[in-house]
């Protein structure tokens, strides 16, 4: 069974400090994605990654930075958190074998509270 | 730009009846995946069902299917018989040949007993 992991379920941060996220997949694929998901906004990628030490800015990279070291782990960090990135962040990989489909495996989320 | 737009922030339905989700996008690309995706309470995305834009063919899984309509760039979910689990929030997304989705801002659907 494919698996998304993400380090934390519920974050609480303060403003200025350092957050990172972390996502593991166990897929043995190369992509990997980190989205944000607001209310009425649905989910925004942030920043993608084709492959280790590879990553590319979506939709919203502003504020955030991203780290590939490892193909399993792909970690979303912000530098200095500020109460306007209070969200929920996704992280998310394609299921092997069928790239045809290009379905994406979610992991469970991170809702992350900055104060 | 890519776009994909969900009109009903929320939907109502009766359990055992049918109800239906809008989805619109826009896009220049020829070669692109659509899909609806499931988020119930628990958070986790949950992929319902997946239409490739070359196939003519709408897609079916079970109780869901869609109505895909490629010239007036539609893509509307129906969920048949419906079930109280089936209340949860469902977003419309496109891919490309980036792999990346872009999504619509989502519909929240009760079921009511």
């Known amino acids: 069974d494919v698996k998304v992991t993400q380090s934390s379920r519920y974050l609480v941060k303060r403003t200025g400090e350092k957050v990172f996220l972390e996502c593991v997949q166990d897929m043995d694929h190369e992509n990997m994605f980190w989205y944000r998901q607001d209310p009425g906004l649905g989910l925004r990628l942030i920043y993608f990654s084709y492959d280790v030490k590879m990553k590319e800015k979506g939709d919203i990279p502003e504020g955030y930075s991203v780290s590939r070291e490892k193909k399993e782990r792909f970690s979303l960090i912000l530098e200095s958190a500020s109460t306007n990135q209070t969200s929920m962040y996704l992280c998310?990989?394609?299921?092997?074998?069928?790239?045809?489909?290009?379905?994406?495996?979610f992991g469970p989320g991170t809702r992350l509270t900055v104060l | 730009a890519q776009t994909v737009t969900q009109s009903q922030p929320e939907m109502s339905v009766q359990e055992a009846e049918t109800v239906t989700l809008s989805c619109t996008y826009d896009t220049s690309e020829s070669d692109y995946y659509l899909f609806w995706y499931k988020q119930p309470p628990s958070r986790q995305m949950i992929l319902v069902i997946r239409?490739?834009?070359?196939?003519?063919q709408n897609a079916t899984e079970n109780r869901f299917s869609v109505n895909f309509q490629k010239a007036a760039k539609s893509f509307s979910l129906k969920i048949s018989d419906s079930q109280l689990g089936d209340a949860a929030m469902y977003f419309c997304?496109?891919?490309?040949?980036?792999?990346?989705?872009?999504f619509g801002s989502g519909t929240r659907l009760l079921v009511r007993p």
């Open positions: 998310a990989s394609p299921r092997p074998g069928d790239s045809s489909y290009n379905e994406q495996f």
């Open positions: 997304a496109l891919m490309d040949s980036s792999y990346k989705l872009i």
């Open positions: 239409q490739e834009a070359y196939k003519q």
